[in-house]
Nanobody
């Protein structure tokens, strides 16, 4: 069982930066693959970034490549999403998700159904 709590969202101007945090409880965090997803009003949830259990592999959706960085600190049971050069199109609720068991390959990293546990989300609003 993994419980997730996101924080760090807020209102920022276009071009600014935010760092989201996702604090996890439960013994399986250090062996869990983690992902960030987002959902804008009226749109479906979409993938943002993912990271494997060790932090050695990272994956990014095309809209955020070069601007966002996912990382994790297993000693602190926390995964981060550093968001730079924010754009109004990045406005959404951002969710952290965990997959405690089972490997992922290729595009499966970006499928929300492959993640078993979810946080409550944190709102990010980017003004133009």
């Amino acid at each position: 069982q993994v419980q997730l709590v996101e924080s760090g969202g807020g209102l920022v101007q276009a071009g600014g930066s935010l760092r989201l945090s996702c604090a996890a409880s439960g013994r399986s965090f250090s062996s869990s693959h983690m992902g960030w997803f987002r959902q804008a009003p009226g749109k479906e949830r979409e993938p943002v970034a993912a990271i494997n259990w060790s932090g050695g592999r990272r994956y990014y959706a095309d809209p955020v490549k070069g601007r966002f960085t996912i990382s994790r600190d297993n000693a602190k049971n926390t995964v981060y999403l550093l968001m730079n050069s924010l754009e109004p199109e990045d406005t959404a609720v951002y969710y952290c998700a965990a997959r405690p068991t089972g490997e992922l390959y290729g595009s499966s990293w970006f499928l929300s159904q492959n993640f078993d546990y979810w946080g409550q989300g944190t709102q990010v609003t980017v003004s133009s």
